[in-house]
């Protein structure tokens, strides 16, 4: 009984080791990756005729990104959602880095929300 035990784990073992070793080797991984990207769209500055927002994407995975899109929300001073835009970063986001740019809102825009809603690691 103590043999087939030990066979057992030999086996077990073997069969880690090359499937780690045959997964290493295709660029394929058994564990989940997390897509570790940050938006933040907190610096926005009122002017009477337009309002405007600096969209920041940060990369803190080690994947690079491309086409990484970015859905903001600007409200008004009661919380009502004045408009709902999409912004596409079209370059590629490499491992640690980040972007930004500018994107105008409604004048009345008060707060500004944004989230990531695509992005195509690479």
Known sequence: MKAF???????VVI????????????N???????????VDCSDLDNVVVASSV????????????SDIS??????????NILKEKYT????TLLPSSFFDKPVALPAGT???DCKI???HPN
Do not use: E, M, W
């Not at 035990?5 to 086996?11: P, T």
């Not at 394929?28 to 940050?38: E, K, M, V």
């Not at 600096?54 to 990104?65: E, F, K, M, Y």
């Not at 970015?70 to 919380?79: C, E, I, N, Q, R």
């Open 117 to 119: 809603v695509s992005s």
């Open 5 to 11: 035990i030990r066979l057992l784990l030999i086996v």
């Open 54 to 65: 600096n969209v920041s994407v940060r990369n803190r995975s080690l994947r690079s990104h």
């Open 70 to 79: 970015v859905k903001l929300t600007a409200y008004d001073k009661s919380g």
């Open 110 to 112: 008060k707060r500004c």
């Open 15 to 26: 069969g880690g080791v090359i499937l780690y070793v045959v997964s290493k080797q295709n």
């Open 88 to 91: 596409t970063f079209s370059r």
């Open 28 to 38: 394929t991984s058994l564990s989940p990756q997390t897509i570790d990207l940050a």
